[in-house]
């Protein structure tokens, strides 16, 4: 995507902890979203942060710093339902999303 | 369901044929995307619309046109296919174009491929 990076995979293993972190361009800049996608299926709303700090909901949290362009997606607990893929998107001064490639999540009992 | 249904779920197309993937939602809402999700590539916006009658183009718009009548509808038109098109599509909505709640509703995608 433009401007927009995260890993292209990461491995955990079921129970434990892992962060999917994603740098983005910082012009322009009106919020950062996290989608969950599983494979074959449509992306589902994760989180939303516009403000720096940290947002919890449940398993999952989102951090956020502006000034230094950087997100970053926190999945505790982890299950084997949480593989899939995690989609790292930055809303710009037009208010359209500009999306990263997606971060391949492969859990592993 | 609630929600926004699309159709065709898989299609496969000749290089030339005109095409439409269909869009509907039922959540009323005002504005509605259309993305191509390819393998290595985020989502690309091909076309928006923030309110009925009126529609705008993302960042990759070429062979492609939509039209907004209603608020409901938002159709994506291939005038004429050409496997670079091969894809899937997602339709999306948002109850505003600002996205002031955090959350895009996503169809269930259209994959296309053009032979």
């Known amino acids: 995507g433009q401007n927009i990076d995260q890993p292209t995979e990461m491995t955990a293993t079921e129970g434990a902890i892992v962060q999917i972190n994603c740098t983005y361009q910082t012009s322009g800049f009106n919020g950062l979203f996290w989608y969950q996608q599983h494979a074959g299926e449509a992306p589902t709303f994760l989180s939303y942060n516009v403000l720096d700090g940290l947002e919890e909901k449940g398993r999952f949290s989102s951090f956020l710093s502006r000034s230094k362009g950087y997100s970053y997606l926190l999945l505790k607990e982890l299950q084997m339902k949480d593989s899939a893929s995690y989609l790292c998107?930055?809303?710009?001064?037009?208010?359209?999303?500009?999306w990263g490639a997606g971060t391949k999540l492969i859990i592993k009992p | 369901i609630a929600g926004i249904t699309q159709a065709p779920t898989s299609q496969i197309l000749a290089a030339g044929r005109r095409m439409t993937l269909r869009c509907t939602q039922d959540m009323r809402h005002n504005a509605m995307y259309w993305y191509r999700q390819d393998l290595g590539l985020g989502l690309r916006l091909i076309h928006y619309?923030?309110?009925?009658?009126?529609?705008g183009k993302g960042e990759v718009p070429d062979g492609y046109s939509v039209s907004r009548a209603n608020t409901d509808d938002f159709p994506l038109t291939l005038a004429s296919a050409v496997p670079s098109q091969t894809s899937v599509y997602f339709c999306?909505?948002?109850?505003?174009?600002?996205?002031?709640?955090?959350?895009?509703?996503f169809g269930e995608g259209s994959r296309l491929t053009v032979l």
């Open positions: 619309s923030n309110t009925a009658g009126t529609t």
């Open positions: 999306a909505s948002s109850d505003s174009p600002s996205l002031h709640t955090g959350e895009l509703f």
């Open positions: 998107a930055r809303m710009d001064s037009n208010y359209q999303l500009i």
